[in-house]
């Protein structure tokens, strides 16, 4: 139910215009670009829409960020939107089954890591040590791509003979909350809330903070998660989003997304 509520949530409130990259002001009427984001790309496509904007004052690019999930529900609901990046899959393919993209490409890739408070008492080193009796542990919801990778990275981590059954079960017990979006389960681990919190590994990089440290493991490297890119079917031939989305896929656009640690395709 509190999925649903938010989905709802968003859907309203893309229609309001989202992060208007760049300042310049023009007596001309601007053309507007909508772009919609998964949130784990706020830091590094916002700034690589800055430097778009510094070298292209005509195009005001307006940037929604939320769960791919609602996002994709939002265009299908007949938001307006030119581009679209989702964390997954999933939610890509279901558009381009139901019309709404003709095609899609795979730029980026990401990989989980826990995310631990330094504030914890709870060593943790790999997987397995989330298994804990006591260690608070936030995850994100199963229907938004970082819960959906972390649900395979712990059938994966069973698999591989990482943790036992009754360690997987003992990890779920652990789980006191299920968030809405990458960003929120960070803050929970931020604000000393939860012990760990399972997010991407750019979330952190995006941070200079000393309240938390880093924990990779071996079986999140084995479960790269994907970003694919698409133009709307409605603005597939519209120059000035084409020229934005070629930008975003260039040499120089990839760039942005290693800088926080993205792998580029």
């Known amino acids: 139910m509190k999925y649903k509520i938010f989905m709802l949530m ?36 916002t700034e690589l829409c800055d430097e778009y904007h510094k070298k292209n004052h005509e195009v005001k690019l ?13 265009i ?18 279901q ?3 139901n019309g709404f993209v003709q095609e899609y490409k795979v730029f980026l890739k990401n990989r989980l890591v826990i995310a631990r408070s330094k504030n914890s008492k709870f060593n943790i080193k790999d997987i397995k040590d989330l298994a804990a009796p006591g260690l608070k542990l936030a995850a994100a919801d199963k229907n938004v791509p970082v819960g959906f990778y972390w649900e395979k990275g712990l059938e994966l981590a069973v698999k591989k003979g990482a943790v036992t059954e009754e360690d997987k079960a003992l990890i779920e017990k652990n789980i006191i ?27 952190v990089a995006a941070l200079d903070s000393e309240k938390l440290e880093t924990v990779d493991s071996m079986v999140f490297r084995q479960l790269d998660a994907v970003y694919p890119i698409a133009i ?16 975003i896929l260039s040499k120089d656009g990839k760039n942005f997304f290693e800088k926080y640690r993205f792998i580029a395709d």
């Open 232 to 247: 709307i079917k409605e603005s597939a031939s519209d120059k000035e989003v084409r020229k934005l989305y070629d930008f």
């Open 76 to 93: 299908e609901s007949g938001t307006r939107a030119d581009i679209f990046i989702s964390a997954s899959l999933n939610e890509m393919d």
């Open 177 to 203: 909350t299920r968030e809405l979006n990458v960003k929120d389960v960070l803050s929970k681990v931020l604000f000393g809330e939860v012990d760990a919190g399972i997010v991407y590994m750019t979330d």
């Open 10 to 45: 968003v859907v309203m409130l893309v229609i309001m215009p989202g992060c208007n990259a760049g300042k310049h002001k023009s007596s001309e009427r601007q053309k507007e670009i909508i772009v919609f984001s998964a949130a784990s790309l706020t830091e590094s496509l």
């Open 95 to 97: 558009l381009k089954k």
């Open 62 to 74: 307006i940037l929604n960020f939320a769960p791919s999930q609602a996002l994709k529900a939002s």
